[in-house]
């Protein structure tokens, strides 16, 4: 049975690799910091992508369509319908640098339950972008994922944020998760519909 799941997932993950391959991809760039520890984004214009026209430049990074629109142009209805179905989700891929994707992809797949879609927090924990807007630094971020956080080192009462240390599907990506919620917590990057779940990131043997 699980063999049968790991190779249905592998299959999915090679369809998902031609999909993404067949439009358009930024050239790759090494991710970089500016003089204030920002990421730098990579910019590219491409099919499908709306310009604002007040400043001419891209008003998404990452492109992703509900049922042909715009995930910021449809109803919340829609929004549910698309979470529900995968085949009505088109992910325009290629304007985001590949390493805030990577962060995209990890904190959907290990932090969004409690922090929120989008990083946009929930009633339990809270919206990271808020976090960074209000200066958490990235040793600050890094050392909270790494070690977690319970009432013994001053969180909420009855809130625990879990140590991620020892898990290979989020240490190796934390710089990646900066990146992406930084990029949130900027302005750069809209909400997103949540995508189907991928295969977990296996270290090799
Ligand atoms: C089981 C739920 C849960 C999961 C999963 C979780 N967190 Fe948390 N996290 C929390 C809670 C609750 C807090 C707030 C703790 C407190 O009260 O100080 C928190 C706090 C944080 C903080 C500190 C925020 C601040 O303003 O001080 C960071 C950074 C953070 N989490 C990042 C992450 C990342 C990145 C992931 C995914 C790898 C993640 N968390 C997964 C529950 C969770």
Avoid at 98 to 113: D, I, L, M, P
């Amino acid at each position: 049975m699980n063999i049968n799941k790991n190779f249905l997932a592998f299959v999915i993950t090679l369809s998902l690799g031609f999909q993404v391959h067949s439009v358009p991809r930024p050239d790759a760039v090494e991710p970089a910091w500016d003089e204030n520890d920002n990421p730098t984004y990579v910019i590219k214009y491409g099919k499908g992508d709306r310009i604002d026209p007040s400043t001419n430049k891209p008003l998404n990074m990452i492109q992703i369509l509900c049922d042909g629109k715009a995930v910021d142009q449809v109803s919340e209805e829609k929004l549910d319908a698309c979470r529900d179905d995968a085949s009505l989700v088109e992910e325009q891929y290629g304007w985001m640098d590949f390493s805030t994707y990577k962060g995209w992809r990890a904190y959907h797949a290990e932090c969004h339950v409690c922090h929120g879609p989008d990083a946009m927090g929930s009633t339990y924990a809270p919206s990271l972008m808020v976090s960074l807007q209000q200066g958490l630094s990235f040793d600050d971020f890094y050392a909270v994922i790494m070690n977690g956080r319970g009432e013994a080192e001053g969180a909420v009462a009855g809130n625990v944020m879990p140590a991620f240390g020892a898990n290979t599907n989020v240490a190796p990506h934390v710089e990646d998760m900066y990146r992406y919620v930084k990029a949130r917590a900027d302005g750069k990057i809209r909400r997103g519909v949540r995508l189907p779940k991928l295969p977990k990131f296996k270290e090799a043997e």
